[in-house]
């Protein structure tokens, strides 16, 4: 599962363990991205903070790990890169990417595309406030690609981001261990701030 994780929250986990179950897989993989060159226009925490909440958030689960092939990888993260990347690590294993339904509708998108289907088998998750119908899979090779229906959570990293720079609780959106994280290491704290000024100069 790739993803900026900034911080890395209740919904990425769910997502994780369901398709894990889902499919039975042996390890789900958490990959943080290293520089996610489509959230350029906003400030993201340095990749180690965010590596290690990844670290934090995952460590109770044996079947979760965390790689730092994206974070070790100079310039922008492409999604390409990390499943050659893991494929080399794990040649033998049948790779599954897990995305949330708004990063699935945006694959078309991503750097080599075409290629991404045959180097992973992709997984999408529903997710509140994304609708994902037949239509969100236009252009993609059916075969590839299976959509998994989760619990719901309506968490999102920018709204954990937003509650802490406003002084209001993230306790139970994220991982206790990452509450801690957040607050030892003083992250967000200007991130509602940084909101209003980006609203007010619009
Ligand atoms: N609540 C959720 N339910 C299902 N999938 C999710 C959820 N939150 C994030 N995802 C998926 O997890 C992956 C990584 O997401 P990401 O780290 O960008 O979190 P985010 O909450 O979307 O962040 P931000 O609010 O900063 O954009 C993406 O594929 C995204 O679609
Ligand atoms: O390969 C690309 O061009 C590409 C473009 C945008 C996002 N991705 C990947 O999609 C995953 C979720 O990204 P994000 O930005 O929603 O956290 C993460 O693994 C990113 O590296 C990949």
Known sequence: MGGTFDPIHHG??????EVQSWFDLDEVVFV??????????????????????????????P???????????????????TLTDLHAQH???????????????????????????????FVGCTRPGYAMDAST????????????????LAISSTDCRERTGRGEP???LVPDGVVQYISKHGLYARAHLDTTTREESA
Do not use: C
């Not at 990425?12 to 363990?17: D, F, I, K, N, R």
């Not at 079947?63 to 922008?76: A, C, H, K």
């Not at 033998?92 to 992973?120: H, K, P, Q, V």
């Open 12 to 17: 990425h986990l769910v997502a994780a363990s």
């Open 63 to 81: 079947r979760f790990t965390v790689s730092r092939v994206d974070v070790d990888r100079d310039g922008p993260t492409y999604t390409v890169d």
């Open 170 to 172: 993230v306790w139970y």
């Open 91 to 121: 040649p033998d294993a049948d790779l599954y990417f897990i995305t949330g339904a708004d990063a699935l509708s945006n694959i078309l998108t991503w750097r080599d595309s075409e290629e991404l289907f045959a180097l992973a088998e």
């Open 137 to 152: 899979l236009d252009g993609m090779p059916h075969d590839r690609v299976t959509i998994v229906e989760i619990p719901a």
């Open 32 to 61: 943080p991205t290293g520089e996610p060159y489509q959230k350029a226009e906003r400030e993201v925490s340095t990749a180690e903070h965010r590596y290690l909440m990844t670290v934090i958030a995952t460590a109770s689960n």
